[in-house]
């Protein structure tokens, strides 16, 4: 009775593996169809304009400022000319210190307006996968070396219209 059940179990194994449901999905391509991500595109392309302005000025008065010194100089008393040395040395770390603050402040803009995109493509998976009682979805644009077709589904249109994409 016991190698009957046994046997009856190693058969239907098979059987119920073959059941479970793979599929993957293209988030590049979801992604991109996405409103939100054109706007957060634009909006980081509005943003890095800004600062390349607000760095433009910086180096359009620090040039200002050294080509006044360089011409005056020679007329310059020692202690003003020691002290607007250091103000120009002054200005060119502030206008390098504002560099390094601005593209950390574009990377952590950039993070948070691409993680709230991510996030609703995730949900959308995530519905996808419990209507459609999948085992596994992945993304194909994450560096998975091989999908077969065959046993996965493509459910890419799925998450789409479940992000009402279309």
């Given at each position: 009775?016991?190698?009957?059940?046994?046997?009856?179990?190693?058969?239907?194994?098979?059987?119920?593996?073959?059941?479970?449901?793979?599929?993957?999905?293209?988030?590049?391509?979801?992604?991109?169809?996405?409103?939100?991500?054109?706007?957060?595109?634009?909006?980081?392309?509005?943003?890095?304009?800004?600062?390349?302005?607000?760095?433009?000025?910086?180096?359009?008065?620090?040039?200002?400022?050294?080509?006044?010194?360089?011409?005056?100089?020679?007329?310059?008393?020692?202690?003003?000319?020691?002290?607007?040395?250091?103000?120009?040395?002054?200005?060119?770390?502030?206008?390098?210190?504002?560099?390094?603050?601005?593209?950390?402040?574009?990377?952590?803009?950039?993070?948070?307006?691409?993680?709230?995109?991510?996030?609703?493509?995730?949900?959308?998976?995530?519905?996808v996968g419990e209507a459609g009682g999948y085992?596994?979805?992945?993304?194909?644009?994450?560096?998975?070396?091989?999908?077969?077709?065959?046993?996965?589904?493509?459910?890419?249109?799925?998450?789409?219209?479940?992000?009402?994409?279309?």
């Open positions: 009775m016991k190698k009957l059940l046994i046997i009856a179990i190693v058969m239907i194994a098979p059987l119920s593996m073959m059941a479970q449901k793979f599929g993957h999905f293209n988030s590049s391509e979801i992604v991109s169809a996405m409103p939100e991500y054109t706007t957060a595109q634009s909006e980081l392309e509005n943003l890095a304009q800004q600062y390349e302005a607000d760095l433009k000025r910086m180096q359009d008065e620090l040039q200002k400022k050294g080509e006044d010194f360089e011409r005056e100089q020679a007329n310059l008393l020692d202690n003003v000319r020691q002290r607007r040395q250091q103000e120009l040395q002054d200005l060119y770390q502030r206008m390098q210190q504002s560099v390094q603050d601005n593209q950390q402040a574009f990377q952590r803009a950039q993070q948070e307006k691409m993680q709230a995109i991510t996030d609703k493509v995730l949900a959308a998976v995530k519905q085992v596994y979805i992945m993304d194909v644009t994450m560096g998975i070396p091989y999908i077969s077709t065959t046993l996965s589904t493509d459910v890419t249109a799925d998450v789409k219209r479940a992000l009402g994409l279309q």
